[in-house]
């Protein structure tokens, strides 16, 4: 029985994050450009940093999502935990199935969503011309 890892899994692997992380990291490396073009290098600035953090709008925004992902994720984690003490403490109950289909619901959906949005999407009967 061999235990070393394939050089080529190696390869694949570090071609995936490079294919994932390089394009991160060449935009994170632009958004210091001075230049307002993408494709004209005009030194190093933070400008665009600073603009940012005086623009009240954005900054607004910003406060209003993180206020609204504080109290999601709190409101998750309360009805996740309720959730699985519900399901682990009581095995039969009325409603157990309802229950367990709306805990595995979220993690089902993005196949489904994605594979009605590539039917519909490619069916011209489907498509309404503007």
Request: hydrophobic share 55%.
């Amino acid at each position: 029985m061999q235990d070393r890892i394939s050089p080529f899994l190696i390869s694949v692997l570090a071609i995936g994050i490079a294919v994932l992380y390089i394009p991160i990291l060449v935009l994170i490396g632009y958004s210091f450009n001075a230049s307002a073009l993408v494709s004209v290098w005009g030194g190093f600035s933070i400008s665009w940093y600073t603009q940012l953090l005086h623009n009240q709008q954005i900054l607004d925004a910003t406060w209003l999502s993180l206020r609204i992902a504080v109290a999601v994720s709190t409101g998750a984690v309360i009805l996740g935990t309720l959730a699985a003490i519900a399901l682990v403490r009581f095995p039969l109950f009325r409603g157990r199935l309802l229950l367990t289909g709306m805990v595995n619901a979220p993690l089902v959906m993005p196949e489904i969503i994605t594979g009605i949005t590539q039917v519909f999407g490619s069916n011209p009967r489907y498509c309404k011309a503007s």
